[in-house]
């Protein structure tokens, strides 16, 4: 399996963005997906996660409510829209490709990376 993430720029406080994540290969419908990012000088951590089938996701208390986590399967991709963006939101965010079709938001749970998409966010 292979992401490419895409979709991260330079906004200003309180703007929008939506990322992209699009998967290579077959199992792209029983894989979860997760999205994590990494500030600078920080561990990466979770942001978001959707089920293989869609139905479940699960989100990091700092992002309820602002980002939403989707899936398309017709074009193997997984999206986060991000709304009300904080500068605390900056960060290289990466997509994930679990190893199994739950969600999860433990690293060590995924198996595959995409290249990461840079966000930044002015105040």
């Known amino acids: 399996v292979q992401l490419q993430a895409s979709g991260g720029g330079l906004v200003q406080a309180g703007r929008s963005l939506r990322l992209s994540c699009v998967a290579s290969g077959r199992t792209f419908s029983r894989r979860g997906m997760g999205w994590f990012r990494q500030a600078p000088g920080k561990e990466r951590e979770f942001v978001t996660a959707i089920s293989g089938s869609g139905s479940s996701t699960l989100y990091a208390d700092s992002v309820k409510g602002r980002f939403t986590i989707s899936r398309e399967y017709a074009k193997n991709t997984v999206y986060l829209q991000m709304n009300s963006l904080e500068p605390d939101d900056t960060g290289v965010y990466y997509c994930?490709?679990?190893?199994?079709?739950?969600?999860?938001?433990?690293?060590?749970?995924?198996?595959?990376w995409g290249q990461g998409t840079l966000v930044t966010v002015s105040s």
């Open positions: 994930g490709a679990a190893r199994g079709g739950l969600y999860y938001s433990g690293y060590d749970d995924y198996d595959y």
